[in-house]
């Protein structure tokens, strides 16, 4: 396994790269190592006002920029992730642990966000409204809502910052971003292909330093009008309120806890070979990670022990290892919480299936694990594990595992599979999520929505969707 080289981090504000002299700093650690791998400037407040001040002037000058035009920059930049992919990639699997082959796609699938998103802005029409008298015309046009400030976490350091700076920058918006401070080097990566493409300075920052800090000072700015959120529901809790203040439009991507309902009808070694694959992958570090298994007692038993067999069996490693197929938690604190839950779950009569342990003491790997006979009362049955852990349920009939599904106040994804048509149409009516996937685990692509409801918040990126969420309507009454 050769090893790779890390980029050198910086600060991204008004067509300048920005180094760590003089200012604050943090460590970028590689979870599979638990060592070193860079050290990531902090913006200080001037730094903040700066990215800000370029926000407002680079906004007046983008939103002047015709969509053919703004298309043809996203498509370019699209190109050149395209191009870069494998550099990218590796850079992505250095600092948050998931699998090479993994990295590759959610680069490509970054890709995919800017390129569909340069034929969307092509799109973004108004209408005119018959009037009532002659010589009166009433148009609905629709405008770039203004600058954004956008925030996203380190478990998809390219897909999540490629909606928001792909359908910002489409709409007409400017945008400042701040990814997650483990996760840096992906989205600065994204940030120098656009800058190849020939977006204009100012349009973009990307900007680190401390999340609380850096969130309340950029909402709290009038330059601002609109942020953009995916991360836990406690903290969109708090964004929002921020947001609020300003009556600023905010779209929130937050927590989720997905029930999966399987049906006894199904072939249960086929499903289990599908629900382990999407469970594990990014070692469970997926906001629709599928999580609580409701499976029907006539297929129960053999699910839960093919699901536990293929989990068991698992190789898990180093991302760059091409043998391994899951990567470590991509921080220490993943493993307190596994360790935790997994214990709380054994308090509360839970059984092992498979797995319950942390993987050596270099890096932050846990075994692939899988719990059976799980109550209601056990915590992971309530609060979202995001790691390598499934909890699997018995559920006897269609009315109860609906109500169970659908106990928790979050509401991102769900999953049911049946090889019924009634119960396919029946389960997808009934789950309450903003993303259903019926018979299958796929929900995502980018010329689809993407948001939940209930606590798991509300607005959508991706699709058509996505890129309304940065424009708003004006109507124009003309005699």
């Known amino acids: 396994m050769a090893t790779a080289q890390y980029d050198k981090l910086h600060l991204y504000i008004d067509g300048e790269w920005l180094g760590a002299s003089g200012r604050k700093t943090g460590n970028v650690v590689n979870p599979a190592t638990g060592e070193t791998i860079g050290t990531l400037p902090h913006a200080s407040k001037a730094d903040l006002d700066r990215a800000l001040d370029a926000a407002q002037r680079g906004f ?63 799109r973004s029409y108004g209408r005119l409204v018959p009037s009532r008298s002659a010589g009166h015309r009433q148009m ?33 918006c400017s945008c400042i971003i701040k990814p997650a401070e483990e996760t840096p080097a992906t989205a600065l990566a994204m940030a120098k292909c656009l800058e190849d493409a020939g977006l204009p300075k100012g349009v973009l920052s990307v900007v680190f330093g401390v999340p609380s800090e850096v969130s309340t000072y950029l909402i709290a700015s009038p330059v601002i009008r609109k942020i953009s959120f995916t991360g836990s529901t406690v903290v969109g809790k708090h964004l929002a309120k921020l947001a609020a203040d300003g009556v ?7 927590g989720g806890h997905a029930p999966v309902v399987i049906f006894d009808d199904v072939d249960a070694e086929s499903v289990a070979k599908m629900a382990v694959a999407a469970k594990y992958r990014n070692a469970g570090q997926v906001c629709i990670s599928p999580t609580r298994f409701y499976v029907q007692e006539n297929v129960h038993d053999r699910f839960v022990a093919k699901f536990a067999e293929l989990a068991a069996a698992m190789p898990v490693g180093d991302g760059m290892d091409a043998k391994s197929k899951m990567g470590p938690l991509a921080n220490a604190r993943r493993i307190d919480a596994m360790e935790q839950m997994i214990g709380d779950a054994r308090d509360h009569g839970a059984k092992v299936a498979t ?16 719990l059976s006979e799980v109550g209601n009362d056990a915590k992971i049955m309530n609060v979202e594990p995001f790691g390598p852990v499934a909890a699997m349920v018995r559920f006897k009939k269609f009315d109860e595992v609906v109500e169970e599904a659908n ?73």
């Open 248 to 254: 600023k439009r905010a779209t929130l991507e937050l």
């Open 407 to 479: 106990r928790l106040p979050y509401g991102l994804a769900a999953y049911a599979f049946t090889s019924s048509a009634t119960n396919a149409q029946a389960i997808g009516d009934a789950l309450d999520s903003g993303l259903v996937g019926v018979n299958t685990f796929g929900v995502t692509v980018p010329e689809t929505p993407f948001g939940g409801v209930k606590e798991s918040g509300y607005g959508s990126e991706g699709g058509s969707e996505g890129l309304d969420a940065y424009l708003q309507t004006k109507f124009i009454s003309q005699m």
């Open 60 to 122: 007046l000058a983008w939103r002047k920029t015709s969509p053919n035009e703004r298309a043809k920059v996203l498509r370019k930049a699209g190109e050149l992730f395209r191009e870069r992919a494998d550099h990218i990639a590796t850079q992505m699997t250095l600092e948050e642990g998931k699998t090479l082959a993994e990295s590759k796609m959610e680069v490509l699938g970054s890709a995919e966000i800017f390129e569909w998103m340069a034929e969307e802005c092509r």
């Open 355 to 370: 797995g319950g342990e942390r993987i050596g003491n270099a890096g932050y790997f846990w075994q692939p694990t899988v």
């Open 140 to 172: 609905v046009v629709r405008e770039p809502v203004g600058p954004v400030a956008a925030f996203s976490p380190w478990n998809f350091p390219a897909v999540t910052p490629a909606r928001k700076i792909a359908a910002s920058l489409a709409a007409g």
